[in-house]
């Protein structure tokens, strides 16, 4: 089944709890998205201030996963749900919990903008050397609710790889910090917090990865963890390519598409 | 006339080869104990199963499911020949019977002896005004077995089996109408037991019990499993989802999806499958 229909139940009730169980994520997705972004202006501008609001709001990002975490609860045990229903429960369980997880990488690069705020900022242009990165990081994120709000496990998979993108840019941002170190010992500091800063941030990515695979899964029912994109992609043309060519359903059943 | 010879299950792969599945069928059990081909069904002018193909796996819990009307109940009931009693009834297509390979409903085929061989179990238990022993014997009574001694084994034998012997084993002579509607209800699979058959045909039979009573019965049904195939129809869909290893979906008289449980319940090919377990359907 690659749709997945959240206001055609016959119990009302049922298709209010999952469409506020929905929102409910996206909101937190959007509040660890702004977490994210506030973290990184504070670690660039050097606002104590902007720093000290998203530790503090760190919480709310905490209580949201625990109060949507019981809602699931809830739905499991009196709806039962089935089939995509079941899904989306079991997806909105995971992705919260990786949304928890972004929101604690915010903690992080707040914790280090704080610290480096009240310090001699001659090592600040290091920052620039993550801007990019937190940028790709921010939109990968964003790509990611996106998809998960439209149920597009297409486009999913497409957001998926671009966190590949983030692990190179990881990945050339840990050589350029060890360059700096050689050259001059006295940026050791400042090079091991913006390590620590592109490591959250590639550690975003990553968590939005997961929470398109869980998109793919909660509208095609492909447990693509652990998949190679190759393969996830190979697998979805032929899925497509097999309800394409399904015989049409017999007579008298609604909405059948086979 | 094709010989159903009684007395117990026999082990499968002994006799007659199944049909070799594949293609659409791939995800069929290798070894299914019965299996209806293009089974149609006729109240008189009104087709009420339409071509029905669908395997019921050896030792095996297989679960029907489907709104109120679409057949469930007919294509149960043809399996042990039900509708024979009713004239101007008629049956198209074949249901064999593995491994002996004979038409359960071939013209040849003595209802009585498919009976025999298929036990079933109706929503409403149905004892018989006579005392807790005599319900479970009828069956081997009516075969003929009069030995005391090898009776009372088969009561606690099936009794046990039903899981009822420890409830009633002090008042076996009393009237099975004084039972609770639970204990009726396993006293009935007790009944269907106790003549040893390789089938037994569940019609709701949890719809007029508590949830203890439910769960019991569930149970059962999940122990009986390792010694008989079991084909249930059931209107709750968490039921199905907990005993069946196999569920097929069936609207207006037509099997719409057959898989297996687990791959009907989280993932279902069909739209009308995914809008029924899910409550969608209207």
Redesign the interface.
């Known amino acids: 089944?690659e749709?997945v229909?959240l206001g055609?139940?016959?119990?009302s009730r049922?298709n209010e709890d999952l469409e506020h169980l929905r929102n409910d994520v996206l909101q937190m997705g959007g509040l660890a998205e702004s977490q994210l972004q506030q973290a990184l202006q504070a670690l660039a501008e050097g606002n104590a201030g902007l720093a000290g609001d998203v530790i503090t709001n760190e919480a709310r990002v905490n209580l949201m996963e625990v109060e949507i975490d019981d809602e699931c609860n809830r739905i499991l045990a009196t709806r039962?749900?089935?089939?995509?229903?079941?899904?989306l429960v079991l997806a909105i369980i995971k992705t919260i919990t990786d949304l928890e997880r972004v929101g604690d990488e915010a903690h992080k690069i707040a914790n280090i903008g704080l610290r480096r705020a009240g310090m001699d900022r001659r090592a600040g242009d290091g920052y620039r050397v993550v801007r990019h990165l937190g940028r790709e990081a921010i939109a990968l994120l964003h790509g990611a609710l996106d998809v998960f709000a439209r149920l597009d496990a297409k486009s999913a998979l497409a957001v998926a790889k671009r966190d590949r993108v983030l692990d190179e840019e990881y990945d050339a941002i840990q050589r350029q910090c060890i360059t700096f170190m050689i050259e001059d010992p006295r940026t050791i500091r400042a090079s091991i917090d913006l390590l620590w800063v592109a490591r959250a941030l590639e550690r975003v990515g990553d968590h939005a990865k997961n929470i398109c695979e869980y998109v793919i899964y909660m509208v095609?029912?492909r447990d693509v963890r652990h998949v190679s994109l190759q393969d996830v992609e190979r697998s979805m043309q032929l899925g497509a390519a097999a309800q394409g060519a399904t015989a049409p359903?017999?007579p008298?059943?609604?909405?059948?598409?086979? | 006339m094709n010989s159903l010879a009684s007395g117990g299950a026999p082990a499968p792969g002994t006799g007659a080869a199944v049909p070799a599945i594949a293609g659409e069928r791939a995800h069929w059990p290798a070894n299914p104990r019965a299996l209806s081909e293009h089974l149609s069904f006729y109240y008189g002018a009104n087709r009420a199963l339409k071509d029905i193909s669908l395997p019921v796996a050896d030792r095996r819990v297989t679960a029907i499911i489907g709104p109120s009307g679409c057949g469930k109940s007919t294509f149960l009931r043809c399996f042990n020949r039900m509708h024979d009693l009713q004239a101007g009834n008629r049956y198209e297509g074949s249901i064999t019977l593995y491994p002996e390979n004979i038409n359960l409903i071939g013209r040849g085929v003595d209802p009585i002896e498919v009976r025999m061989r298929i036990g079933m179990v109706f929503q409403k238990a149905n004892p018989f005004p006579t005392s807790i022993a005599e319900n479970v014997t009828y069956g081997l009574r009516l075969r003929g077995m009069k030995n005391r001694v090898r009776l009372a084994e088969a009561v606690e034998q099936a009794l046990a089996s039903a899981a009822l012997w420890d409830e009633v084993k002090d008042r076996l002579n009393e009237s099975a109408m004084a039972l609770s509607g639970g204990q009726m209800q396993r006293l009935c699979i007790a009944r269907a037991l106790a003549t040893n058959p390789e089938l037994i045909l569940f019609d709701e039979p949890t719809s007029a019990l508590d949830p203890i009573a439910t769960a019991k019965i569930e149970e059962l049904i999940t122990t009986l499993r390792e010694q008989v195939t079991v084909l249930i129809v059931t209107h709750n869909m968490q039921q199905a989802a907990r005993l069946s290893d196999y569920t097929a979906f069936m609207y207006f008289g037509e099997l719409v999806e057959y898989d297996e449980a687990a791959k009907i319940f989280t993932n279902p090919a069909k739209k009308a499958t995914e809008d029924y377990i899910t409550g969608r359907y209207g």
């Open positions: 089944m749709k229909e055609t139940h016959i119990l049922f039962a749900p089935t089939a995509s229903d079941l899904r095609g029912g359903p017999p008298g059943l609604p909405g059948s598409t086979g």
